[in-house]
């Protein structure tokens, strides 16, 4: 048996890629946040709205989101004596399918060395999810029918397994995400989690080097804020590996012009351990 050959990380921390997960709700900056991130960027845009939050930087983005033949547009029941309702004979959702294939094929080809890429980015998680969902209906013959455990496990060991393989590229991976609010019916706690399904609330979080809350504060201040410790009754899952940052860092753009030198890249250039940026 050949032993591989050990690391000492004390001579190679810059080996360390970064792999960060933003989730708050809609507002809060996630998407902006992109701006931030030192090096160069190809963002994979699932949601409909977050090119608008983009336009004017110097990101790479390829939007991915339904084609007009995917949409199922006709109403349906969910009692067991609904009338069907009059729609296309057949609808193939082909969102995720067309993401993978991009996504591999950049890779293969050695387009993203080629082009020098330091960051490849998800927005977001939750539309990522719908995708998968829609597919994996689609392939059961069900597209349009109401959800089971089964889909919902079968989807969520696929964004795991989806999670696990970008943490293990040589690049830096910056993710947003949605929450959601969870009351247990017998205990009535109520719990906050990721609003992705089954394994993969658990297992997500475990591929992340970073998982921060980001908030918008109101008022004359107008700031963004990122929660870098869990919440006391809140989201527990938020973790950080970058020493020394508070537990509520302001991470508000001062100027878009010059947005590296504020929010996340900010954080990350005084960081200790910077990510490892090809392009430098």
Known sequence: MTLRPVENVRENSTTSYQT???????????????????????????????????????????????????????????????????GRSKIEPTVYNRWEDDLNERFDSGF??????DWICLDSLTFLVQALMDRQMFL?????????????????????????????????IYCTGHL???????????????AIPGSSRVKVPLSCSNIWLAKYVSGDSHQHILRTR??????????????????????TIKSFSKAQEYGIGALLTRADKKPPLRSA
Request: net charge negative; no cysteine.
């Open 140 to 172: 059961n013959g069900r597209l349009g029918q109401l959800e089971d455990r089964g889909d919902y496990r079968m989807v969520g060991n696929t964004l795991s397994h989806i999670m696990t393989a970008l943490a293990s590229l040589p690049i830096n």
């Open 180 to 194: 959601s609010t969870y009351q247990d019916e017998k205990t009535g706690k109520i719990d906050v989690q990721l």
């Open 20 to 86: 960060i997960l933003v989730v708050g709700g809609t507002g809060s900056g996630k998407t902006t946040q992109m701006r931030t991130l030192p090096g160069k960027k190809l963002a994979y845009l699932f949601d409909p709205n977050a090119k608008i939050s983009l336009i004017g930087s110097d990101i790479d983005l390829i939007e991915f989101t339904p084609e007009l033949f995917e949409f199922d547009l006709k109403l349906k029941g969910f009692n067991k004596s609904a009338r069907p309702d009059r």
């Open 112 to 117: 993203m060395e080629k082009e020098g890429y």
């Open 230 to 251: 869990p919440e006391p009754r809140g989201f527990q899952s938020i973790r950080t590996s970058i020493p020394g940052l508070k537990e509520e860092e302001d991470v």
